[in-house]
């Protein structure tokens, strides 16, 4: 029950267990282009260029980063947790000339903010998480690409820990890379990074290709802003995904089958659905918490559905907690990084673990193991606000 990784979806594990073919074998072909139309379903786009980068969800992003920007290109980062910290890393490793702005965590930019650091700054492209998973709350995204067409900025966002369990959608929200993960709210392993590109993004990627040695044709020619990463090149990634099936890393196949599997319960359970079931097991993890008498950290008007950050009570020891509930009850809930280290405990309602079985053994656990380090809590307060939470929610379904 921790901030993600979590417990993949059984129907994922078994995916994983089918037999390898070789990645030019028409069976893998296919199931590549069906990963790619469900995942554009997954980030309701209707762009091509939507793939899987083999490796966990920061290869995503340094794959867009790294294919966008060119070594001297300016790019504004809004840090409002870590994970602006880690795109800000990466830009700066692209050889971007990198601009931030930062906030608390726990808070979130305004757009008139983020606007006036784009006029000031004149970025190429404006790099924000959507949910900081480090801080629980995550950026309000809309508004930031009509921003971006004002000045002529291309717009990323990395929706890791969002996508799956909050309302998102990329072509609405004009966006023009977007990438992700699948141990959160899609309910997989970590090890594959789905991600999409708008057409504009794909110009910018395609004037950048340089096909490697080896493979290349006479005609191709190496450009002059070449990527910097071989690995993450996605000028050839998407002529690998995409008809020519240009040989470039061998298909992670197992990950492949997960990737699609994961795409392919969220489809089937229904986009709306699955957000609202993590709305629902994620107001009652907080309620419950609120109902044991802990306090709830960050800016609720913007918190995700899917993981609560709670304020660790004073003289309880966060990791004796955490440990004490991994050991008894076999739970384990997160720690925290930074200004939030040893602050904050962060518990995850997400993917398979958006579930009200879930959610209640959770707060019960945590009540007794609590009581044993010394806080004051309510006794049943737990479970019994929860239960509320599902009450009221079949109520309001009749
Ligand atoms: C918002 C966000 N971005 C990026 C990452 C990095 O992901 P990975 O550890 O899969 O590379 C995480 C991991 O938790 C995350 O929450």
Not at 37 to 51: D, I, P
Not at 300 to 315: E, L, Q, S
Request: a negative charge; one cysteine or more; proline letters at 3%.
């Amino acid at each position: 029950m921790g901030p993600g990784p979590i417990n993949a979806d059984p129907r994922v594990l078994r995916a994983m267990s089918a037999q390898l073919v070789g990645q030019y074998d028409p069976a893998m072909t296919e199931a590549m282009n069906e990963t790619m139309a469900l995942y554009r379903e997954v980030f309701r786009t209707g762009n091509e260029q939507t793939l899987l980068i083999d490796g966990t969800s920061r290869a995503g992003i340094e794959a867009a980063i790294v294919s966008l920007v060119a070594p001297g290109d300016r790019v504004l980062v809004p840090i409002f947790g870590r994970f602006g910290h880690l795109l800000r890393e990466i830009a700066e490793r692209a050889g971007a000339e990198v601009h931030v702005i930062e906030r608390e965590w726990g808070t979130v930019f305004t757009a008139a903010e983020i606007e006036a650091a784009v006029r000031e700054t004149s970025p190429k492209l404006l790099a924000v998480v959507h949910g900081d998973t480090s801080t629980t709350v995550a950026q309000p995204l809309e508004g930031l690409a009509e921003i971006c067409a004002k000045h002529g900025v291309l717009l990323y966002t990395d929706v890791t820990a969002s996508l799956g369990g909050n309302s998102f959608a990329a072509d609405e929200l004009g966006l023009d890379a977007v990438t992700a993960g699948l141990q959160k709210c899609l309910g997989g392993p970590s090890g594959s990074a789905p991600a999409t590109f708008s057409p504009r993004a794909v110009e910018v990627i395609e004037g950048r290709k340089s096909i490697e040695a080896g493979i290349a044709g006479s005609a191709d020619e190496i450009a002059a802003t070449r990527i910097r990463s071989n690995y993450f090149d996605l000028a050839m990634i998407f002529d690998y995904w995409g008809e020519k099936r240009l040989n470039h890393h061998t298909e992670a196949t197992t990950m492949l089958y997960g990737a699609r599997e994961c795409a392919l319960l969220l489809v089937e359970e229904g986009l709306d659905a699955a957000v609202n079931r993590h709305r629902l097991h994620g107001a009652a993890m907080l309620a419950g918490v609120e109902g044991l008498g802990l306090t709830v950290f960050g800016d609720r008007a913007v918190k995700m559905n899917n993981v609560v950050a709670v304020v660790i009570p004073d003289g309880v020891s966060g990791d004796g907690v955490r440990g004490e509930l991994l050991e008894d009850f076999g739970i384990e809930i997160g720690t925290s990084f930074g200004p939030l280290h040893g602050k904050v405990w962060r518990i995850g309602t997400m993917g398979y673990n958006a579930r009200k079985d879930a959610v209640l053994t959770t707060l019960a656990a945590l009540e007794q193991v609590l009581r044993r380090h010394g806080a004051a809590v309510t006794a049943g307060g737990g479970v019994g606000a929860a239960y509320e939470v599902y009450q009221d929610a079949r109520a309001g379904a009749r």
